[in-house]
């Protein structure tokens, strides 16, 4: 009987972590889904669609050291024009109630002459 016991808590064990892992897998899946989203918001500069995707604490860290915040992220997005945003090798940490994206980000803009 003790085994029985022991098998059903193993199993029960199991399932629940296996649930939490495919719960998780389904977040990333889905960040990475709406990161592809703001990048093609960002090229076509659909101003109104990115307020709505970004948080109110957004903050975004630029290569250079560079830190935006939602609202001058925006006026930058505003003043550029992206030919191409396009996210490689990103790491998700995901927290509750957020995520932060790591990743080598590629962007070709227009050139000025």
């Known amino acids: 009987m003790e085994k029985v016991v022991a098998r059903v808590i193993l199993l029960l064990f199991l399932s629940t972590r296996l649930s939490a892992q495919e719960g998780r897998l389904a977040d990333s899946l889905a960040v990475l889904e709406l990161n592809r989203s703001i990048d093609q918001n960002v ?12 948080a109110d604490d957004f903050v975004f860290t630029h290569g250079t050291g560079l830190v935006d915040g939602k609202n001058s ?41």
């Open 73 to 113: 992220w925006l006026q930058s997005v505003a003043g550029t024009h992206y030919l191409e945003r396009t996210h490689d090798s990103v790491r998700l940490e995901l927290h509750p109630g957020m995520v932060i994206a790591r990743g080598q980000l590629r962007v070709k803009k227009e050139t000025r002459e």
């Open 43 to 54: 090229v076509r500069q659909r101003m109104a669609e990115l307020k709505d995707q970004y």
